[in-house]
């Protein structure tokens, strides 16, 4: 009765599932609701010890209508 108990177990124990696996890169980690330390560059981190950097991408222009999302030109890069 015991070795049968033991082998249900074995047979039917499953790992814990990380709901956290899929995540890759500091976008999908903020959406996931990781905390976001306010650094810079900024980083997420999730509860199951995982941390992702957020990709600072410099972009270079001559005036603030160059810039994307409300970013500002100054010294001929786009910055928050």
């Not at 810079?40 to 010890?49: H, I, T, V, W």
Request: hydrophobic share 30%.
């Amino acid at each position: 009765m015991v070795l049968v108990a033991v082998i249900v177990t074995i047979v039917f124990y499953e790992k814990p599932v990380d709901r956290y696996e899929s995540i890759t890169d500091f976008k999908a980690c903020e959406k996931a609701g990781g905390k976001i330390m306010e650094s810079y560059p900024r980083q997420c981190a999730l509860e199951n010890g995982k941390f992702f950097v957020e990709q600072i991408v410099e972009t270079e222009c001559k005036t603030k209508n160059e810039c994307p999302n409300g970013q500002t030109c100054i010294n001929n890069k786009c910055t928050k």
